[in-house]
């Protein structure tokens, strides 16, 4: 089992920054792909950004890329999602989740946060 728990989010206006960091515990997360979702009112989860903690390789959404970034802290077992210039838009849950892929699906992910709410206000 892994256990995944957000922090970070809040309301900031547009144009703003937020930090959301996401603690791992549990078995080993190694080989798994760590993601970001996020899902707004009456819409599906959706891929925001991923990497494997065995590779150096980053992942992005079409949509946040160039705004957000996706890091890790491999001594406290923690990944963190830095997100710059929001937009009303991007209001949503943020889930993170662990698991062996695809990256960009849902279903390619097994464990999963409570999430966390950021609302970006206009």
């Known amino acids: 089992q892994v256990q995944l728990v957000e922090s970070g989010g809040g309301l900031v206006q547009a144009g703003g920054s937020l930090k959301l960091s996401c603690a791992a515990s549990g078995r080993t997360v190694n080989n798994y792909y760590m993601g970001w979702f996020r899902q707004a009112p009456g819409k599906e989860r959706e891929f925001v950004a991923a990497f494997t903690w065995s590779s150096v390789w980053t992942y992005y959404a079409d949509t946040v890329k160039g705004r957000f970034t996706i890091s890790r802290d491999n001594a406290k077992n923690t990944v963190s999602l830095q997100m710059n210039s929001l937009k009303p838009e991007d209001t949503a849950v943020y889930y993170c989740?662990?698991?062996?892929?695809?990256?960009?699906?849902?279903?390619?992910?097994?464990?999963w946060g409570q999430g966390t709410q950021v609302t970006v206000s206009s």
């Open positions: 989740a662990a698991g062996r892929g695809p990256y960009y699906m849902n279903r390619g992910y097994d464990y």
